[in-house]
């Protein structure tokens, strides 16, 4: 009788449940406390969660194995960083992984993972393919049968202007005779990203053999400068007669001493007769200039 009223009495104490915790009225985001809510959660196809908590912190991982969503829409975004960014590009890359540097030139800024551990910058004004500027300059025009030339000219030591008259094309020139040393000017203004400048020009003569010297000088003043500036160093292309006269004859000197930029480069083209490996022993026209600003 004594074990029966011992079980009798424990039972009610046995049965009696917990007081249940009382919800919080606030919870923790980060630095800022809000009013305490229910979060749910409704997975799609590849996505799972997981939330694991410790002294009253928690942390939820977001796996998503899926295929990439068809539109991604960042149009309300107040800002969006899509691109890892710095001074110094990542030393290995993955084929197709992008860099935002941040102390390049303006419009240079983009490099792309061409190939492994490869970073490739991208410039260019676009629809041009490579970016590149090309300045195009007529050595002369034929006006009424009289040519005249764009180029600064000297009152001495210039070639001379002439229009060749073809049965289709009437062509303007600039004459280099054997006289001496003749020589024209110009100018180009340099602007944003300069790699390079290259110069590409075409020429044709009477003569069958023989090699022409075609010389140039370049001046550099910019903001502030003087517009005298001294010239630089000639550079020289030696390039050969065609082996039928009056030809075209195309040149090119990859490399031209460039000035930097926001500058005023000038240009003293001319040939000298008298150059030692000028045996030409002919007149040397000009048909025109091309300049390449590689960026």
């Not at 075209?248 to 930029?261: E, K, P, Q």
């Amino acid at each position: 009788m004594k074990q029966i009223l011992c079980i009798l009495f424990a039972l009610p104490i046995l049965a009696q449940p917990p007081a249940p915790r009382p919800k919080p009225t606030q919870v923790k985001v980060g630095s800022t406390t809000e009013a305490a809510r229910t979060i749910e959660f409704l997975p799609g196809t590849g996505t799972t969660y997981s939330l694991s908590c410790a002294d009253g912190t928690c942390s939820l991982t977001i796996n998503y194995t899926g295929g990439p969503p068809d539109v991604v829409n960042y149009t309300g975004a107040s800002r969006t960083a899509p691109v890892k960014a710095g001074t110094t590009p990542p030393a290995t890359c993955t084929l197709g992984d992008w860099f935002f540097d941040t102390d390049a030139a303006p419009g240079a800024n983009i490099l792309l993972c061409t190939a492994a551990n490869t970073w490739t910058q991208v410039t260019g004004s676009g629809g041009g393919g490579s970016g590149n500027s090309y300045i195009s300059m007529p050595a002369a025009n034929c006006q009424y049968g009289t040519a005249s030339t764009a180029f600064s000219l000297g009152v001495s030591d210039t070639p001379t202007a002439a229009c060749v008259e073809g049965a289709n094309v009437r062509l303007g020139v600039l004459q280099f005779d054997e006289s001496g040393v003749q020589a024209v000017q110009t100018q180009i203004r340099l602007e944003g990203t300069i790699t390079s400048v290259n110069l590409a020009g075409t020429w044709r003569t009477s003569a069958t053999t023989g090699n022409v010297v075609w010389q140039v000088q370049t001046a550099c003043a910019g903001d502030g400068g003087m517009a005298d500036p001294a010239w630089g160093t000639a550079q020289t292309i030696v390039d050969a007669a065609k082996s039928t006269a009056n030809q075209l004859n195309n040149f090119s000197l990859t490399g031209v001493t460039a000035c930097s930029a926001g500058q005023n480069m000038w240009v003293r083209f001319f040939r000298d007769p008298a150059h030692a490996s000028d045996n030409l022993n002919a007149t040397a026209e000009l048909v025109g200039l091309t300049w390449t600003i590689v960026r």
